[in-house]
């Protein structure tokens, strides 16, 4: 059985309001941070003590997309709708008033940028003119999170109203919709190989949907003790961390469904509120946790025994 050791390296301080997303940079050692206090941060690992203030932002910042190969970081904006940011320059290239709801999560394919909201919409925006191409106004309850799987060319989205919602991403049609849990979805992942979606929720459940039957149910866990918000799979994809209201993180091993570690306050001085968001970096293996108790946590983590290959 895996053994996994669990060091907090350091605590990341400098927001003064909750911390709600993080996204990863190009570099490996790098990512950034956004919250309550609308701040957008730039972390080194290999100098963690100094964040760098890219932007500051009126309203609460719940989700960043950074661009892969550019220098632009896209931000959700609450009540303001989305902004480009060059990083580098820490200058505004560009705006977009999607919505005055909430923007929860931010992907992109290709050219086409994927965008979340509190109004229920997904919002497919074209990068290169920033014009909305698409809204797909499918719920009367917030679209919290989405999901990306290339292979299949599909985006997965999840919902408050309890559904997990199939789109295709050739034309954006609905190709499947269901009762996903007993409470809202806050929490996607396809996972490395992206024969199955994994999905968290405020009802404190995973769950496992195998794509090749239309997404029919494969497994079922009671994780948490309250919502999951976040989960997140290790470089390896032989992990995956999932974090949750209950203030806790915890690592599961992937293909069983199985719990290796509880990381929290009480073993491990983790965080005293909520967890929102993690990060797991290919640098050293280190896993990011972002809370509402403004703080920023970094993880050393090690697997004693790691799975042989097969």
Not at 113 to 126: C, K, R
Not at 276 to 284: E, P, R
Request: hydrophobic residues 40%.
């Amino acid at each position: 059985m895996n053994s996994v050791k669990v060091e907090r390296l350091r605590t990341l301080t400098g927001h003064r309001d909750c911390v709600y997303t993080l996204d990863s940079l190009n570099k490996e050692n790098q990512f950034f941070s956004g919250g309550g206090d609308g701040m957008i941060v730039k972390w080194d690992l290999t100098n963690p003590e100094e964040g760098e203030l890219i932007a500051r932002l009126p309203n609460s910042v719940y989700s960043i997309h950074q661009l892969v190969d550019t220098d632009l970081l896209i931000a959700g904006h609450n009540y303001e709708g989305i902004h480009l940011l060059d990083w580098e320059t820490k200058k505004e290239v560009a705006s977009l008033k999607l919505t005055t709801a909430a923007i929860f999560d931010i992907n992109h394919v290709e050219k086409d940028l994927l965008i979340a909201s509190g109004e229920g919409a997904l919002f497919v925006v074209d990068i290169d003119q920033l014009v909305i191409k698409k809204k797909l106004q499918v719920s009367d309850k917030s679209a919290r999170v989405l999901a990306i799987n290339p292979l299949a060319g599909e985006v997965a989205v999840g919902f408050s109203d309890y559904f997990i919602r199939i789109f295709s991403l050739e034309d954006y049609k609905l190709k499947y919709e269901y009762q996903a849990h007993q409470n809202s979805v806050f929490a996607l992942s396809y996972t490395p190989d992206y024969k199955f979606l994994i999905s968290g929720s405020r009802d404190a459940r995973l769950k496992v949907w195998d794509v090749a039957s239309g997404y029919h149910q494969a497994g079922e866990v009671a994780a948490h003790l309250f919502a999951i918000n976040h989960l997140v799979f290790s470089p390896s994809g032989e992990y995956f961390a999932t974090a949750s209201m209950d203030k806790s993180i915890k690592i599961w091993q992937a293909d069983e469904l199985k719990l290796l570690k509880v990381i929290d306050k009480g073993r491990h001085a983790g965080h005293g509120t909520s967890v929102n968001k993690l990060l797991w970096t290919s640098f050293n293996n280190q896993l990011v946790s972002a809370s509402d108790d403004r703080t920023i946590s970094v993880w050393d983590i090690k697997f004693e025994n790691p799975t042989p290959p097969r």
